[in-house]
Structure formats: C-alpha cells, structure tokens
C-alpha cells in the first residue's frame, strides 16, 4: 500500500560538506540499509541552517517484492554512526550536550535569524519533553522564542500550522513570525504533536520526582515569588509564572534543564495547579502545603527515582548524522496528514511526482 520511501539526512551545522560527498554519504546510505540496488533520487534542500538531503525511492523491488523494512529505524541509527567515524564527521552524541551549554537567545540584530531560530529549536526538540504548547512556551522563553499555533485555507483545505516568534526577556514580539515550514522539517504543527505523544509516556516516572521537589520547597513557606524560584533553583527546578493585567497567576510551569522536561503545574495534581499558588502568594500566612490531610506527611525525603538516569532519550532519538529517518518513514507514509503546513504538504507533493516521473522514465 505505501510504497515510497523518503528520509533526510541532515549533516550538523558546522559541517560544510561538498555534493560528492554528500552524494558518498547517500550512496552508502542506502547501500548499507538494503536499497542499493532500488532506483532513487537525491535532492540537497537548504531551507533550514543547515544544508541536508532528501532521499527518495521505491519499498518494492523489480520482482514487485517488498524491500525489508524490520528495525529500520535502528538499523539507520547503527548505519548513521558508523558513516560519522568513518567520514569523520561531528559525532552526533556530542551535539546535544554542547548546543544545551551554548546555544545562545535570539539576537534580532543579526541578520540570521531564522537560522538562529532553527539551532534552538533542534537543540530544544532533542532534549526537552513537554506535553503541550504552553510548556514548549516555558522552555522557548529562555531563549527569547515563543510559538503560535494558527490556523489557514490552502485550495479550500484547512491546516493547522504553527509560527515561532522573536521576544523580548519580557515576552513581547519583537519581530516577524516565521512559519515552521520555513524552518525545517521537525518543528512544524504534526511533528511537535507526535513529539507531544511520546512526551506523556516518557514523562510519567519522572512526575513523582518533580512533585516531591515542589511540596518540600513549598514546605519551608516561601514568602515571596522571588524566594520561590530561589529555593526551586535550589532542587534544580526553573519556574515559570504567567499571570494576566491584574497580576493574577493563571499559568505555572516546573523546568528540569538537565532530565529535559516541562511540566504545567495541574500536571503533578489539583494542588499545584496555578490557582493555588496566586492563592498562595496573595497571603503567605496561610500554606496549603502544610496540610497533611492534603499533601502528606511533611517528613518525605527528596529521593531521586531510580527511572530517571533511563528515562531519557534513547539512542534511536538522537540527531544523528545526518538525523534518524523521520517519522513518515518509520510508518512507511509519504502524505500529507492534513495538519502539516500547507508549504511543507505542497513540497512533499512535488518531491513525490517529480519521483514518479524520474523512475517512469528509468523503467522504458
């Protein structure tokens, strides 16, 4: 049923690879995952920060057999790596790491940035787990982005898109939102709500942890918003607090930097939800969170979960070589789910006739 295979292979930034190589890195690719002898196309693409190639071809072979498609994604993972070393390309183990340590806010006085814009955000997609467009707000915050979901008609057809915003250390717009298809593949409206997904399973064991660290901050009375998101620091929590004119708090959202997650108060239970902690705020004297009755008992010990070292990412999630195969090879598809950006849905479509009418053409 689905016959076309695609995936990308995108080379870290500060890579600067020519066409003959990144036809070699392609060739072997392809080799190496048993589509060797398959008729494909190689497109380089440059709409992102980094130069990176699409790979095109077909799942049936010229006997009308299907290609072996078993453990793809591992086996692209294992195939990826070993191209690294043997191109002595940047391991992609290592990106990660350094981008969470240097990757530096949005500078709106420099020319690049949409190219800024997609180093965040390849940075934040790896390493950070969140369950919702508010907590993926939480994070970007850091950096000076924000992200908007919208919605538009492309030929009478309705799509879901998402654009991401320039801000200022207060939060306000500072500049002109770029559409996600303009960015890359990754960060558009399908790809954050997969990501989404498998946020909420990833993130179950990690709850507990999160929760007992906020009740026991919670716990020695913080007296101010400020001596909050001190003692939260102390525990290796950031806190986000939006409130609305009035200043009341109606959003609240727990960052753990080195697990990768994000979590909205109401995520850890009714009792930490925002409306507690304006509550709270607005007349410390009486604390909620000393209630046994409501919490428990005061004397839990802060322990960590014995999941957490393993609940991150595993090694098929990485930014790989050249990046694992994305998420439409995986399920085998090529079509536009409907919710895709209107830009990207049309790119695909024209990458996927011009394939059908190159591998006519091979076959007379």
């Not at 969470?100 to 814009?117: A, H």
């Not at 960052?255 to 995520?267: M, P, T, V």
């Not at 609940?311 to 694992?324: K, P």
């Not at 998420?327 to 024209?350: C, H, I, L, P, Y």
């Amino acid at each position: 049923k689905k016959t076309v295979f695609h995936c990308s292979l995108n080379p870290h930034p500060d890579e600067k690879l020519s066409d003959e190589t990144l036809m070699q890195l392609a060739k072997e690719y392809m080799e190496a995952l048993g589509y060797g002898k398959q008729p494909y196309i190689v497109f380089k693409h440059s709409d992102i920060a980094r130069e990176h190639i699409h790979i095109l071809s077909l799942r049936v072979n010229g006997e009308g057999k299907k290609i072996n498609d078993k453990f793809e994604k591992r086996r692209s993972k294992k195939i990826t790596d070993t191209l690294e070393r043997k191109f002595g390309l940047i391991p992609s183990s290592k990106v990660t790491d350094k981008a969470m340590k240097e990757t530096p806010k949005i500078d709106t006085t420099q020319r690049n940035i949409k190219e800024q814009v997609a180093s965040i955000l390849r940075m934040v997609m790896k390493h950070y787990r969140f369950c919702s467009l508010g907590e993926l707000n939480a994070i970007l915050g850091k950096y000076n982005l924000a992200v908007e979901e919208v919605k538009t008609e492309f030929r009478g057809k309705n799509y879901d898109g998402l654009v991401y915003v320039p801000t200022n250390d207060k939060g306000g717009k500072i500049s002109t939102p770029i559409n996600a298809s303009d960015i890359g593949r990754g960060v558009g409206y399908t790809a954050v709500q997969n990501r989404m997904q498998k946020s909420k399973r990833a993130i179950k064991p990690l709850v507990p942890t999160v929760r007992n660290k906020v009740l026991q901050t919670m716990r020695t009375s913080p007296q101010t918003e400020e001596e909050l998101r001190q003692r939260l620091e102390e525990q290796g929590l950031r806190v986000i607090i939006r409130k609305n004119e009035s200043g009341r708090i109606y959003g609240i959202t727990f960052i753990d930097d080195k697990e990768g997650i994000a979590l909205n108060g109401s995520r850890l239970g009714k009792g930490y939800a925002a409306n507690v902690f304006n509550a709270y705020l607005s007349n410390p004297t009486h604390n909620p969170f000393l209630d046994e009755t409501l919490y428990g008992s005061p004397y839990v010990h802060l322990e960590q979960s014995p999941t957490v070292q393993s609940s991150q990412q595993n090694t098929e999630e990485g930014d790989n070589l050249v990046d694992e195969l994305i998420e439409d090879m995986v399920d085998g598809s090529f079509t536009s789910t409907g919710n895709d950006d209107w830009k990207e849905a049309a790119w695909q479509r024209k990458l996927r006739r011009q394939s059908k009418i190159k591998l006519r053409r091979r076959k007379h």
